[in-house]
């Protein structure tokens, strides 16, 4: 049907007051149509979408009431506007029932003609600002889709470039951690400073693949935080524990000059990433000897302000407005310090997610102060630091395999690399591990033996790891026997979707320390 241009139905059954009307609207650029009767004009209304309707009251068989009530029972025309006009039916009964049948006017007959026109062009008027309203939606309907599309091909990309880029790292990283683990014989100090740098340099690489997954999550609105009252002498605590040593090793000076009892609503998490992003830039871009302070304080408005100032080598006025830009490293990237260029980016989005703000003050070669401003919170439904789930800090010192009872171990993974990766690090525990190349020879290794804990890729030839997993669940054998995830599957909608099938999830590259501490806590 074509709506681009407007059509008028006059219903009469005089000719004569057809041609009277069609003729004094010629002067609209509109398409008449005619009906003499009722039926006629449901004919025409079967295969047209009419802007206005003019119809007559009196008309023999059927009046203008009940052709009106059956023309708006038409789903493309059950919004058209129709005027009655009459000269029998002027009495205030007929024009409620007029009104009651769908009409949004009542005209008598003799009609001012100048009236009539005024009113019709403001019809025509409503029915052009409504076909350009719904080409607007339609067009923004459109653009979403293609958004959709575009939002959904560039989440399978990242995806799938997460997953080719973490399973080689993941040999990279982990056989770095095994080199760095070996005692006997044990490394010079040339050889350490060589595995030192491929883990630094591995290390790299992931958190710019992290960071880059992050800010792309947070601009398609994939990121989800939970606010919440938290302590946030509890969150810089955990922060600065975290980085001493690392400020320790750059010989620069941490420290805290508040420890009021603060609280602020917050993502825990998302805060402490914040804290970590900006102090450790703190440290990064300092001077030798340098210093970083933390510092918080009530604002006005109940707003509290936590600042990160530190003594290194600031920001260059000139470079000011691209400090929250991605992938600028505001010059330094010709500089022997690492850095993605994408870390206050992301911290300028995570605070706006947690209804806060983030801003700077820099002299060139005098240093910085990054500051945030929160929400200030009620001290009421604290968020503890034991209610918070933390990555693994456990130790990755070997097991005394002494005291370890030994158990059987089922590692399903089909890269031979990663294969090796954990047989080697299996060589340094009590316990037997077992290793299946596909998923297939996975299910008849654990239908032959009964395994104490399955390790269990998910991208696998054939059948992948979640249904391999969810077959062995069917079974009372593994029903609730451990099964731990371990995968390039990194991204969040991966874990969602593997929540409760599996009793642990850990990311490759693997940190063995998380690997250890998991055995410990399910193997005992």
Known sequence: ??????????????????????????????????????????????????????????????????????????????????????????DKVHQIKGYRSGAVDYIEKPVDN?????????????????????????????????????????????????????????????????????????????????????????????????DVLELSAIESGKLEVSIENVHLTDVIDDTLSLLSPIATTANIQLQCQSNLATVVTADYMKLKQLLINLISNAIKYNKPKGSVTVDYAQTDHDRVKIMVTDTGIGIPKNQHTKVFSAFNRLGKETTSIEGTGVGLVVCKKLIEKMNGTIGFESVDEQGSTFWIELPLGKDEKIVEKSEVVEETKASAEIQDTSEVIAKQVLYVEDNPANARLIESFFT????????????????????????????????????????????????????????????????KHDIEAAENLFDDYITKPIQLSELQAVINKRLG
Do not use: C
């Open 1 to 90: 049907m074509n709506l681009t241009h407007p059509k008028i139905l006059i219903v009469d059954d005089q000719p004569n007051n057809l041609k009277a009307f069609s003729k004094l609207l010629s002067e609209f650029n509109v398409d008449i149509m005619t009906a003499q009767s009722g039926n006629e004009a449901l004919q025409l209304a079967l295969d047209n979408v009419f802007s206005l309707v003019l119809m007559d009251v009196q008309m023999p068989d059927m009046n203008g009431y009940e052709a009106a009530e059956l023309l708006l029972n038409l789903e493309h025309n059950q919004n058209v506007p129709i005027i009655f006009i009459t000269a029998a039916y002027k």
């Open 114 to 210: 100048i009236i009539l026109l005024s009113k019709v062009h403001v019809f025509i008027k409503l029915w052009q600002q409504q076909q350009e309203l719904q080409e607007a939606v339609r067009l923004l309907e459109e653009q979403k889709k293609q958004l959709d599309s575009a939002n959904k091909a560039k989440s399978e990309f990242l995806s799938s470039m997460s997953h080719e880029l973490r399973t080689p790292l993941n040999g990279i990283l982990g056989f770095g951690q095994l080199l760095k683990l070996d005692s006997d014989p044990p490394l010079s100090e040339e050889q350490t400073q060589s595995v030192d740098y491929i883990l630094s340099s591995g290390q790299h690489l992931l958190n710019l693949i992290n």
């Open 428 to 491: 340094r525990q009590a316990h037997t591990l077992h290793i299946a190349k596909t998923a297939e020879l996975g299910w008849d290794a654990a239908m032959e033996k009964d395994y104490d804990l399955i390790m269990m890729d998910l991208h696998l030839p054939g059948m992948d790891g979640k249904q391999l997993t969810q077959k062995l669940r069917d079974t009372e054998r593994y029903k609730t026997k451990v099964i731990i995830a371990v995968t390039a599957n990194a991204m």
